[in-house]
């Protein structure tokens, strides 16, 4: 079966008919929707979902957007039944993200959550209320 066969069929049972000029149309605008979404921001957004999309990155996330201020790295250890490594690891994914912020301070590294985490963490939550 080609690729366009299906297409056609699907066409020929919404229009009654279908012919290689309608087909031809319908790829075309089915073309410009693909353009419209490719580029840059898919990658970023896939990313962005990538990085929530493992139960300790978001826990970690939520727990970030939950507290007040900064929190320590050593912080997160007692709240998360993961190695100290897998933490550090997942912390190194969400600010590659942009969803945190990393600062040193002294010995320490401290982190929180950017504007992009708070969007996406209300998006979350408004859907889940649909």
Known sequence: MSTTERLQRYLTDELGSCTNETLQERL?????????????????????????????????????????????VCEFTPLLEVSDSAISHALSQLTDAGLITRRKDGKWRKYATTPKATALLVALDGAREL
Request: glycine content about 2%.
């Open 28 to 72: 075309e605008e089915l073309e410009e929707l693909d353009t419209a979404v490719d580029g840059p921001d898919i990658e970023t957004d896939i990313a962005v979902l990538s990085a929530v999309s493992n139960e300790t990155r978001y826990r970690i996330l939520r727990i970030l957007h939950t507290a007040s201020d900064e929190l320590c």
